[in-house]
Structures are given as structure tokens and as C-alpha cells.
């Protein structure tokens, strides 16, 4: 039965964003039916800041893979599109998180969901909430939509490009 996916994009290396473009592209290839895009979103560098500021993008999908074989599609679309392992937080071609999984929690070596950290990012909750104003965090059941309006300002994030869908 197809589990309804939430995946994060980001890109601050090349061209940000046809590197994302490409992303979900090659999603479709490894089983991800990509239904919506968020507008893509301008994003100062959170950990090293001395770096190109980000493009990040959130997607909703279906897919029948499982959790695992969707971690695994995900690094594998980020090696094709040139990604190599670098310091923590640092430059990339292309990053993806699976930020939701249905409305699973899952906690194994190496996969976390809903991703641990989305709840401290306005760069994943801001286009997560464009595309699906509505969700809840599985772990605790509070919209997302309130965890937003109680961060702090933090990084900027800005709006850049419409979406595709």
C-alpha cells in the first residue's frame, strides 16, 4: 500500500535550482510519485556559514517503498547527481531528507522520522506548510503550522521561485 511521503531538497552548489529539479526528477526513476512541489525558497547556510546560502524545496510523494528503501533511493539520487561526502552541514550538490512517512515514527540506526530536526528549520516547515497546511507532527500531534509560529526568527528564508505543481 503506497505511503504518502514528505521529502526536503536542498542545493548550494552549481545550479541550485536545477540540481533539485533534477532531484525529484530522478525520485520518479526509484519509485516516488511526486504529486506536489513546494515554491522553491532561499535559504541562509545553518552550521557553516561561510558558504553559498541554499535552495531548498519540500515535495509530497506516494511511494511503496519502504522506509529503508526510500532512504536508500534518496542517497542514491544524491551520488548520481554528483553529491560526495563532505564536512557536516557543509557545501552539497543536492541533499534530500525524508522529513515524513505517512504518519509513522521511526527511530533505526541511520533513520529517523519525521526527520529530527525539521522542527527547529523554517527553511523545511515554511514550504512543508505551503504544500500541506494541515499536518501534524506524528511524535507529539501538534500542527506544524504552530511549531512555526514558535521558532524564532533564526535564519532568512525567502521565498524565490513559484512552484512547478
Not at 48 to 77: I, M, Y
Not at 78 to 86: A, I, K
Not at 104 to 112: A, K, P, W, Y
Not at 123 to 138: H, K, N, Q
Request: net charge negative; proline share 5%; with cysteine.
Amino acid at each position: 500500500m503506497s505511503a504518502v511521503v514528505y521529502l526536503g531538497l536542498g542545493s548550494n552548489l552549481g545550479s541550485r535550482e536545477g540540481q533539485i529539479a533534477k532531484g525529484s526528477d530522478r525520485l520518479e526513476r526509484y519509485g516516488v510519485d511526486v504529486d506536489r512541489r513546494s515554491s522553491l525558497y532561499e535559504t541562509e547556510p545553518v552550521g557553516v556559514e561561510d558558504q553559498p546560502w541554499f535552495v531548498n524545496q519540500v515535495v509530497e510523494g506516494r511511494t511503496d517503498l519502504s522506509p529503508a528503501e526510500l532512504l536508500a533511493a534518496c542517497k542514491r539520487v544524491e551520488r548520481e547527481l554528483g553529491r560526495t561526502e563532505s564536512i557536516r552541514f557543509g557545501p552539497r550538490v543536492l541533499d534530500i531528507d525524508i522529513l515524513l512517512y505517512g504518519d509513522r515514527v521511526i527511530d533505526d540506526d541511520g533513520l529517523e522520522i519525521p526527520h529530527l530536526r525539521m522542527t527547529e528549520r523554517r527553511f523545511v516547515l515554511i514550504p512543508l506548510l505551503e504544500i500541506a497546511p494541515g499536518l501534524r507532527d506524528p511524535r507529539s500531534g501538534t500542527k506544524y503550522a504552530d511549531i512555526l509560529n514558535r521558532l524564532d526568527e533564526g535564519k532568512k528564508v525567502f521565498q524565490s521561485l513559484q512552484r512547478e505543481s
